[in-house]
T-cell receptor, first 114, second 111 residues
Framework: AQTVTQSQPEMSVQEAETVTLSCTYDTSENNYYLFWYKQPPSRQMILVIRQEAYKQQNATENRFSVNFQKAAKSFSLKISDSQLGDTAMYFCAFMKVQGNQFYFGTGTSLTVIP | DADVTQTPRNRITKTGKRIMLECSQTKGHDRMYWYRQDPGLGLRLIYYSFDVKDINKGEISDGYSVSRQAQAKFSLSLESAIPNQTALYFC??????????FGPGTRLTVL
């Protein structure tokens, strides 16, 4: 079975600063996808960024970027120029190619302080 | 309009009652999922379906059943609700690149 670990239950960051959320995973698979989802107080699950394991280049979406370390099974999310609207729960998720389901971490609650 | 919708958005029910949560999607995706979210536990898979004739159990299917009425509709039933089924329930579809698209969630409280 796959496991996803988010070791930081809560984090905070000053507005306009940079913050990094950690995620590690355990798998014997070589081909898989990794995701970060954001869940604001509205509770909607919103895709932030996606990484394909066979791609060495780290994915980037505007202010959001990842540091994907395949050998270390690490997938951290960096948020630059933090904004108040970034306040949310962030979930890391894993899915193997040809797999049937997502495996989610337990989430990191991020608060952006004005 | 939202691509994945869920009804109801909030529901309070009593122990022993039967309840159905409904999910509809306009994304045209074949694969649909039901997840449960509990504080501190993330999201856990209840059931998933690859098409109308293909239903599969997830890691926490006990106490739940599902029906895939059409490609666009996937409902979750609690035959006899119990308090520890109080949670936030999400329906999702899977699109290209294995990305999952979530509905807005249903908050269920079982008294």
């Amino acid at each position: 079975a796959q496991t996803v670990t988010q070791s930081q239950p809560e984090m905070s960051v000053q507005e306009a600063e940079t913050v990094t959320l950690s995620c590690t995973y355990d798998t014997s698979e070589n081909n898989y996808y990794l995701f970060w989802y954001k869940q604001p107080p509205s509770r909607q699950m919103i895709l932030v960024i996606r990484q394909e394991a066979y791609k060495q280049q780290n994915a980037t979406e505007n202010r959001f970027s990842v540091n994907f370390q395949k050998a270390a099974k690490s997938f951290s999310l960096k948020i630059s120029d933090s904004q108040l609207g970034d306040t949310a729960m962030y979930f890391c998720a894993f899915m193997k190619v040809q797999g049937n389901q997502f495996y989610f971490g337990t989430g990191t609650s991020l608060t952006v302080i004005p | 309009d939202a691509d994945v919708t869920q009804t109801p958005r909030n529901r309070i029910t009593k122990t022993g009652k039967r309840i159905m949560l409904e999910c509809s999607q306009t994304k045209g995706h074949d694969r649909m999922y039901w997840y449960r979210q509990d504080p501190g536990l993330g999201l856990r898979l209840i059931y998933y379906s690859f098409d109308v004739k293909d239903i599969n159990k997830g890691e926490i299917s006990d106490g739940y059943s599902v029906s895939r009425q059409a490609q666009a509709k996937f409902s979750l039933s609690l035959e006899s609700a119990i308090p520890n089924q109080t949670a936030l329930y999400f329906c999702a579809t899977r699109g290209q690149g294995y990305t999952q698209y979530f509905g807005p969630g249903t908050r269920l409280t079982v008294l």
